[in-house]
């Protein structure tokens, strides 16, 4: 059982380049999220996902694509990198996030991405 | 809108004594979930502790317990007998409908 993984570790890309980062989870669970962390700040919720074919924007989805396809991946897409895109990028999974409890979400160990 | 506040941006504590870092909260849902994490300087995000919103008891999970004061809207974390390892920044967090929403954090630093 991995958990929640996510690829890559690190990353630099050039202004106007475009990635995905990809987020794997081996919990069958429904509810996936991405966040960024920018340095000193809290997690702010890009997109999320209650199951596979469907997703939703959060508090900061300009810059960002996301797709579900199946219920274990959940990549999530910068088409044209900006300076602003600078972040700490985590994925997470949950089975039911009014649950709580040891139900918690769970993280991955993050991306770390820079924009140069 | 919902929204999580933490005003406390940096902590100092002795080592061995409790400290408590404070959240608050807005929401008009009835049914949310209150939760603290924990990320060291590593920067893996470590769940500590939940509170529902219709549980009467405050949480407690070893050191660490939850102040719910709900008509306050306060979900404070208490860490008792703080240890050097303590020492990382702290999240408040509250889940509404199927999202969870941090607030910026508090830095905790234990010394000895």
């Known amino acids: 059982n991995a958990g929640v993984t996510q690829t890559p570790k690190f990353r630099i890309l050039k202004i106007g380049q475009s990635m995905t980062l990809q987020c794997a989870q081996d919990m069958n669970h429904n509810y996936m999220y991405w966040y960024r962390q920018d340095p000193g700040m809290g997690l702010k919720l890009i997109y999320y996902s209650v199951g596979a074919g469907i997703t939703d924007k959060g508090e900061v989805p300009n810059g960002y694509n996301v797709s579900r396809s199946t219920t274990e991946d959940f990549p999530l897409r910068l088409e044209l990198a900006a300076p602003s895109q600078t972040s700490v990028y985590f994925c997470?999974?949950?089975?039911?996030?009014?649950?709580?409890?040891?139900?918690?979400?769970?993280f991955g160990p993050g991306t770390r991405l820079t924009v140069l | 809108a919902q929204k999580i506040t933490q005003t406390q941006p940096g902590m100092f504590v002795q080592e061995k004594e409790a400290v408590t870092l404070d959240c608050t909260y807005d929401?008009?849902?009835?049914?949310?979930?209150l939760f603290w994490y924990k990320q060291p300087s590593s920067g893996e995000m470590i769940f500590l502790i939940y509170q529902g919103s219709y549980d009467e008891q405050n949480a407690t999970e070893g050191r660490y317990s939850l102040n719910f004061q709900k008509a306050r809207k306060s979900a404070n974390l208490v860490i008792s007998a703080s240890q050097l390892g303590d020492s990382a920044m702290y999240f408040c967090?509250?889940?509404?409908?199927?999202?969870?929403?941090f607030g910026t954090g508090t830095r905790l630093q234990v010394f000895p």
């Open positions: 997470a999974s949950t089975y039911d996030p009014q649950a709580g409890g040891t139900d918690t979400q769970y």
């Open positions: 929401t008009s849902d009835q049914s949310y979930g």
């Open positions: 967090a509250m889940t509404f409908t199927d999202k969870l929403i």
